[in-house]
T-cell receptor, first 112, second 112 residues
Framework: LAKTTQPISMDSYEGQEVNITCSHN???????ITWYQQFPSQGPRFIIQ???TKVTNEVASLFIPADRKSSTLSLPRVSLSDTAVYYC?????????????FGAGTILRVKS | NAGVTQTPKFQVLKTGQSMTLQCAQD?????MSWYRQDPGMGLRLIHY???????DQGEVPNGYNVSRSTTEDFPLRLLLAAPSQTSVYFC???????????FGNGTRLTVT
């Protein structure tokens, strides 16, 4: 069961790039790394997923080093609306002893 | 395409009462799960299902029952509500094991 560790909170200013790192030292060979964003009173929302190296989509990039023991979510040019809790999730699927378990998340506060 | 729908949005129960939290998805996802989220904490897995007729326990299953008679529905039952079950409950679904989770908007439950 891969456990994740993230910073509790981070502060940034509008227009800056924000990098949030997640440690997952006991990641298994088949595990994917997925990041979610959660606003108050809403369910988490998928941001990006990767297995190794770098993945980029229209909202974020995900950097995964060769040993896969950590990953970094990069948010380019954040705005006030990016203020949210960000969760790193490591796992494959439910069943056969696998259970997708969330960490405590990182509270990102973007200031003007 | 409504995604994941949870009902009710809010519920107040007295200790010892029972109720069922409903969750339905219209994406033909095989995997469904229930999480609870308490203030300052991440999401904790209660129960999950990898297909109709198949369920299993997560991290915090005590006090909750589930069943999965159809692909679309995954209700969560509280048989004897306790104040410790005051929380926000989220239902999630995914297409397959390593696919991103799709969350509902939650049910806020208060047990007095």
């Amino acid at each position: 069961l891969a456990k994740t560790t993230q910073p509790i909170s981070m502060d940034s200013y509008e227009g800056q790039e924000v990098n949030i790192t997640c440690s997952h030292n006991n990641i298994a060979t088949n595990d994917y790394i997925t990041w979610y964003q959660q606003f108050p009173s809403q369910g988490p929302r998928f941001i990006i997923q990767g297995y190794k190296t770098k993945v980029t989509n229209e909202v974020a990039s995900l950097f995964i080093p060769a040993d896969r023991k950590s990953s970094t979510l990069s948010l380019p040019r954040v705005s006030l609306s990016d203020t949210a809790v960000y969760y790193c999730l490591v796992g494959v699927y439910y069943g056969d002893g696998n259970k997708l378990v969330f960490g405590a998340g990182t509270i990102l506060r973007v200031k003007s | 395409n409504a995604g994941v729908t949870q009902t009710p949005k809010f519920q107040v129960l007295k200790t010892g009462q029972s109720m069922t939290l409903q969750c339905a998805q219209d994406m033909n996802h095989e995997y469904m799960s229930w999480y609870r989220q308490d203030p300052g904490m991440g999401l904790r897995l209660i129960h999950y299902s990898v297909g109709a007729g198949i369920t299993d326990q997560g991290e915090v299953p005590n006090g909750y029952n589930v069943s999965r008679s159809t692909t679309e529905d995954f209700p969560l039952r509280l048989l004897l509500a306790a104040p410790s079950q005051t929380s926000v409950y989220f239902c999630a679904s995914s297409y397959r094991g390593n696919s991103p989770l799709h969350f509902g908007n939650g049910t806020r439950l208060t047990v007095t």
